[in-house]
């Protein structure tokens, strides 16, 4: 049994859900956590709770960031040599547009 956690509004975090996912769910579940630089808990909170996902750039998110460009290059290429584009890849290029598009300056220059 885990332990209890209380969260930023002191509540009590004492129960559990599980689910199953497919080992590409996974991954891509896992790239979503990494480019938000939230907990694994707190993103997966947030999307069902259909809250507003802000990342807040930290070097963390920003290795991440920089890997799954590499990543991308790296496919990218490969569509270039005749491969097929994977769909996953299209799902993680569609998530880092909305990120990029987030980073864009405020219109007070911020």
């Known amino acids: 049994m885990s332990a209890k956690n209380m969260d930023k509004h002191n509540r009590w975090r004492s129960r559990q ?12 579940l896992d790239t979503y956590v990494k480019l938000s630089g939230l907990t694994k808990q707190d993103y997966i909170t947030r999307r ?17 960031l920089r890997n799954q460009m590499a990543e991308i290059l790296m496919q990218l290429q490969q569509i270039e040599a005749g491969a097929s584009p994977d769909a996953e890849l299209m799902e993680v290029i569609r998530y880092l547009a909305k990120i990029m598009d987030g980073m864009k300056e405020e219109p007070d220059g911020r």
């Open 17 to 28: 859900v599980a689910f199953r996912l497919s080992p590409e769910e996974a991954d891509l």
């Open 48 to 64: 069902l709770l259909e809250q507003e996902i802000v990342v807040q750039g930290n070097p963390k998110v920003f290795k991440a």
